[in-house]
């Protein structure tokens, strides 16, 4: 499986662009790249996941180079709601190991007013 | 509300006691995880049901932990003679293969085990 390596933690000010990469030197052929978030006393919640270039929803936007070896999360003006851990998971959806999330210790996103 | 389930959202028990958890997932989730989680890292895999199947268990759960299925529904995870390196957050998740995107999983909200 595909280790990854992000920062620890991040701060931001309301309004802001937000840019969380995460790199992943082993990545895959198979691998996909999924964020998840995770606000105090709750449960993760997927944001978004992509395989290359870019993938953009209502939340957010992941940027995939060529090589695959980093991505990174683009949160647009973010607000005091977005304050969370944000992980970065790599593998394949379907086939890993039936399907399992191997999380690492994520990115702690603190946003200030 | 249609998504994962719960109960109860806080244990507090006594070292060597025994606890169950329950985890309702989304009704046509064919797919249930169970995941813990302690302060300051990520979730860690404990175990996953593919309908009432048993697929597969982590080396973190010891011969304490036993977690069923039994009709593909709901799903419980009981530990016995809890220690206090059990105190976590023991998260449920659940997905369909079939979903739009590769095995995208709905997290409850969790249940907090304290043991004394």
């Known amino acids: 499986l595909a280790k990854t390596t992000q920062p620890i933690s991040m701060d931001s000010y309301e309004g802001q662009e937000v840019n969380i990469t995460c790199s992943h030197n082993?990545?895959?052929?198979?691998?996909?790249i999924t964020w998840y978030q995770q606000f105090p006393s709750q449960g993760p919640r997927f944001i978004i996941q992509?395989?290359?270039t870019k993938v953009t929803n209502e939340v957010a936007s992941l940027f995939i180079p060529a090589d695959r070896k980093s991505s990174t999360l683009s949160l647009p003006r973010v607000s005091l709601s977005d304050t969370a851990v944000y992980y970065c998971l790599v593998g394949d959806p379907i086939y890993n190991q039936g399907g399992k999330l191997i999380f690492g210790q994520g990115t702690e996103l603190s946003v200030k007013p | 509300d249609t998504g994962v389930s719960q109960d109860p959202r806080h244990k507090i028990t006594k070292r060597g006691q025994n606890v169950t958890f329950r985890c309702d997932p989304i009704?046509?989730?064919?797919?249930l995880y169970w995941y813990r989680q302690t302060l300051g890292q990520g979730p860690e895999f404990l175990t996953y049901f593919q309908n009432e199947a048993q697929l597969e268990k982590s080396r973190l759960l010891s011969d304490r932990f036993s977690a069923e299925r039994p009709k593909g529904s709901f799903s419980t995870l009981e530990i016995q003679r809890t220690e206090q390196g059990d105190s976590a957050m023991y998260l449920c998740?659940?997905?369909?293969?079939?979903?739009?995107?590769?095995?995208?999983?709905?997290f409850g909200p969790g249940t907090r085990l304290t043991v004394l």
């Open positions: 009704s046509e989730h064919n797919r």
């Open positions: 082993n990545i895959a052929t198979n691998d996909y």
């Open positions: 992509g395989y290359k």
């Open positions: 998740a659940s997905s369909s293969m079939t979903g739009r995107l590769g095995n995208e999983q709905f």
